[in-house]
């Protein structure tokens, strides 16, 4: 009689099958992948560098147009460029609301309408009914605000292209105007008189030859200010968001139309500050005054380095190509070029800045 088997030895040992792939690994290279550092041109390493300072663009613009307008008569001195900065103080003032919109790929046609009315209000308000100027002037400002908003709320809830939005709005605003004024202007005697507190910001001080109005120094403070906003703040961080890509900015928890509401408002804001401005710098207020600021804000953004899609913007570049503009067209007028050149300059200007972001744009991608 036979023993029977232990659970040991009545289990089969289980087979190990290879495949193919695992046959073959011992035979597969075992050299690592290295990534050799492309050696970079001088124009890629240029084209980056500009892409990572678009400030950059507009700064050697001036210094190249200053320079070369110095033959010019009496250009280089410091009455003339001082001169240049208060006559671009209200353009800078208007392209610094201007950019934060075009940041977020949008774009404002109605600003200078909105810089008349906030004036028009906080003018009539302050000589034709006596308000004092401390309460005319927050009226004047709370309806360029709202303004703004308007713009926004259109944009956003409506769910209309921003130009389609502000192409409507600048002739209601337009006719809103005159409806308001009657087209009549505010004289510089009745201002002097009722409300001497609307012309502070024209005020100026001298210094070495140079003659600089309050309104250039509020530039100044006003560009610093929403640079900070801009940089420093998650406001700012979502603003640049939403004009990178709202669909990722979106999927990241950021409140679109509130923020792109708050952009509107906010430039509506800036633009009723820069009425107060707008009426010391002229001295008087006409409701056909600035209109062509409209597109000496875009111009000013374009060449300042803002890329017109989004995503990509400068307010020290917005100013700077405010001075841009002035500066050739005080060295053309001083040059004896007639007036027409000069609007062919800023027209050839205005090219080169966009060709220069489509360069930019194509290296990245």
Known sequence: MSAKPTAAEGKAEPTKTISDFEA??????KVVASFAEDDLTLLSRMRGFLRNYPTA??????????????????????????????????????????????????????????????????GRLAVLYGIPVFIAIPCGMAIGTLMGALNGVLVTKARIPPFIVTLGTVYIFNALKLWYTGSESIRPVDLEEKASGLLW????????????????FALVLLAVVVWYMLNRTAWGRHVYAIGDDPDAAKLSGI????????????????????????????????????????????????????????????????????????????GLSLAGVDSYWQLFASGCLVIVAVAIDQWLRRASQ
Do not use: C
Request: hydrophobic fraction near 55%.
């Open 24 to 29: 073959k690994l011992d035979q597969a290279d």
């Open 57 to 122: 663009i507009p700064a050697i613009i001036l210094l190249a147009s200053i320079l070369g307008f110095g033959f010019a008569h009496n250009f280089l001195t410091p009455s003339t460029l001082s001169l240049i900065l208060k006559q671009v103080t209200m353009t800078g003032i208007v392209a610094v609301a201007q950019t934060i919109i075009i940041l977020t790929a949008g774009i404002d046609l109605s600003v200078g309408a909105i810089l008349v009315i906030s004036a028009m209000v906080m």
């Open 201 to 216: 910001f024209g005020n100026s001080i001298s210094a070495g030859g140079a003659t600089f109005i309050y309104g250039s």
């Open 255 to 330: 409140q679109i139309d509130r923020t792109l509401i708050s952009v509107y408002a906010l430039a509506g804001l800036i633009i009723a500050f820069g009425s107060w401005i707008a009426i010391g710098r002229v001295g008087s207020m006409s409701p056909n005054n600035f209109e062509s600021i409209n597109l000496d804000s875009i111009t000013a953004v374009v060449i300042g380095g803002t890329s017109l899609f989004g995503g990509r913007a400068s307010i020290v570049g917005s100013v700077l190509g405010a001075i841009i503009v002035g500066v050739f067209n005080t």
